[in-house]
Structure formats: C-alpha cells, structure tokens
C-alpha cells in the first residue's frame, strides 16, 4: 500500500480521506470498532469548516451545535465572558469519528479494526515500513502516519522521551443534560488542580469534560467523591453536578495525559495529532489541531508518493509547517495553564482579565489558527 496511518481518530481519518482523494492506496489501523466514546472536549473551531468541505465531510449534516461565545470562572466562581472570533460547532466523537469513518470506507480506505500496532522498522533498502500487528499479520506501506493520539505502547517502542516521564494528569468526560444551559456558549471552569469544560454537542446533550491530576482521585477514593469534595467547591460546577442528568452509567477516562514536547517525525514517520503535541485542554482547540495537522501531513505525503521530492525533504517539509502552524500554540497553551488550577492565581487571573477583555481575545488568538 501507498501509505498506513496508525490510528483512526480525527487525525488519522481525515488524513486518510485526503489521500484517498488524491488517488493513493490508503490503510487505517484502529484499536476500536466505530463509534465509540473517546476523552475530548468535543469543541472544534470553525477554522476546520473548509478543509472539512473538501473532504466531502461538512458537518452540518450532524447538526452540531452553534458555538459562539467563550465563558471562564475561577475555583470560587468568579466569571468573564468574550465573543469567539471566529466560532465553532460541538459535536461529539462517537459521531463525528463515525461520520469521518463512513466517507473514508466509501472512498475506498481500507480498515483493520479491532487491531494493534506491535512494530514499526523502516528499511532502508526498499524504503518502506514493515509494520507488525498483535495478530501477527505483516504490513508493508510507502510512508506511516502516527495518528494514535495522546499515548500508545508505540511510544515506548520508538522510545520516545516524553513516555519514560510519569504525567499527573487525568481526564475525565461524561455526556449530560441540563436544561437552560445556553448552547452557543463553552465554558471552563477552574478548580483546584484542573479544570472542567462543558459546551453543547448534537440533539440536546452536553459534553462535560475534566483535567484534573492523580493525586486528586488518589486522595479523595473514586470519581464520584472527588467531584464532591474537589470539583464542587466550584459554586458553577456544584450546580452542573447537582442538577445535570448524566447520559452514561461511567464516565470516560484516561490516564497520562503528557503535555511535554513531542517530535513531529519520529524514526520516519509523520506523526499527527496528540500524537506530534498536545495543546492543554484549557485552551479548548485540539480537534482543529489534529484536522489542521492532518492536512500538513496529506500534503507532505502526497508529494513524496507522486515523486516530487524525497523522504528527507518531505519529513523536513512536515516538521517546519508543524513547527511553523503549532509550535506557538503549543507554548501559549502551557504558558496559561500555569496560571490556572492553583485557587489563589487562578482568582487573580480570572478578577485581571475581567477588567482586560483585550487580552482575553489575543489568548484566544495564539491558541486559534485561520480557515485552511
């Protein structure tokens, strides 16, 4: 095959899209059996809507929610709003993924499901990816896409710096509804040692997705007991808590949730997605990111397979156009999060930037890009 992504989520699907379009052989390896739940805020910038429209992929056919005002309060309730500049829509992944995943088999990608990734060698003779599945089964691809998102035993293999540090963050995420919540408005709400996102998606139902550390959960016991004792000393999330009705008998978690800097190519592959960087939730953009990204990565393929340049170039090529797209936001995104989670700065932040609304818009920016 012409080319193998690792990974079938927003990344690795809408990659997979664009090559198929440009008329290359294309597989996808996933873990999973669409639809499935996954850890996201579900929040994407409208900054996605072109690329998605030519892909064949509009999301206004999932009748996702209008997003257009941004809401913050800090751990004793404390709130600012601002307009979104640009705007965005929510919609959750077990159906957006799924959409993604529909158009990509009619378009002719061809799917493992249910499948793991074991080993990736490049060999230099023929210069291909020999990949290994848990099955046992032998891959052979042009070029690899690494779009697993945020962490996979993959990292180990490829011994990638970031896998051998212990991360203190967790995420949670649970589907609810609450009636009278406004549904053009993402809101975050601080707490001590995270923070809690929540905004519309499709019908009438709500994502409701938190950062929060290990030692939270480890102190208090279960989810349920840190969310009463940690989360709801938030008066605005003791009212989400104590009214909202949850869709989902548990909620979605993952653990090791690294915000360390990561390689766009690791041992010749282009990785896309968490899998390259992972901008901090609190700055609620990384489903446009994976999308943005997955285009950079398409079109430095896309080159290579048709001959127009040579691996070196076009690994080189994808680094400075991921560096050059994502690097700052990368920065912005862990330069705020250190300003928020601890109860004292974060009132101090969230009292400032209400008198400043100049300044809340140009944080927006830095972590937003333009339609592409």
């Known amino acids: 095959m012409d080319i193998l992504l690792i990974g079938g989520g927003l990344a690795g699907l809408a990659a997979a899209l664009d090559l198929a379009a440009r008329g290359h052989r294309v597989a996808v390896v996933e873990r999973k059996h669409y639809p499935f739940h ?20 509009d ?32 919609v959750s992944r077990y159906r957006l993924d799924d959409f993604l995943y529909q158009r990509a088999q009619a378009r002719g990608v061809e799917f493992y499901l ?5 080993d990736v060698a490049y060999d230099a003779a023929t210069d291909q ?28 293999q490829l011994q990638r710096g970031f896998f051998a540090q212990r991360s203190p963050y967790l995420g949670v995420k649970y589907h609810l ?23 519309a998606i499709e019908e009438d139902k709500l994502c409701f997705c938190y950062l929060t550390t290990r030692e939270n959960l480890r102190r208090h016991g279960t989810v349920p007991a840190m969310e009463a004792a ?30 360390a800097p990561k390689q766009p190519v690791e041992q010749h592959i282009l990785m896309v997605g968490d899998a390259a960087g ?23 393929a896309h080159d290579f397979l048709t001959h127009t340049t040579t691996r070196p170039a076009m690994e080189a090529a994808y680094a400075r156009a991921w560096q050059a797209q994502f690097g700052g936001r990368l920065r912005v995104g862990r330069a705020v999060q250190r300003l928020f989670g601890g109860p004292v700065l974060s009132e101090l ?24």
């Open 38 to 57: 996954k850890v996201c805020g579900e929040y994407v910038s409208n900054e996605v809507l072109p690329y998605l429209r030519r892909l064949g992929a």
């Open 59 to 90: 999301p206004a056919a999932l009748a996702p929610a209008a997003i257009g005002r941004f809401e913050l309060s800090s751990p004793g309730g404390r709130t600012l709003t601002a307009p979104l500049d640009l705007g965005g829509f929510g």
């Open 114 to 118: 249910k499948s793991t990734v074991t």
């Open 129 to 156: 990816h020999r990949v290994a599945l848990a099955d046992g089964r032998q891959l052979t691809a042009r070029v690899v896409l690494g779009t697993y998102g945020k962490r996979a035993n993959l990292d180990r």
């Open 177 to 199: 509804r609450l009636p009278g919540f406004a549904r053009d408005v993402i809101a975050l709400h601080n707490f001590a040692d995270g923070y809690a996102g929540i905004s």
């Open 230 to 259: 940690v989360l709801a000393r938030n008066p605005r999330l003791r009212e989400i808590l104590d009214t909202a009705e949850v869709l989902y008998p548990q909620p979605e978690v993952i653990n090791e949730i690294s915000f």
């Open 278 to 300: 992972l901008i901090t939730p609190l700055c609620g953009n990384g489903m446009a990111m994976a999308l943005h990204g997955a285009a950079l990565a398409a079109a430095a």
């Open 349 to 372: 932040v969230v009292g400032g930037l209400r008198h400043w609304p100049g300044a809340v818009q140009a944080l927006m920016r830095r972590t937003h890009g333009q339609e592409f």
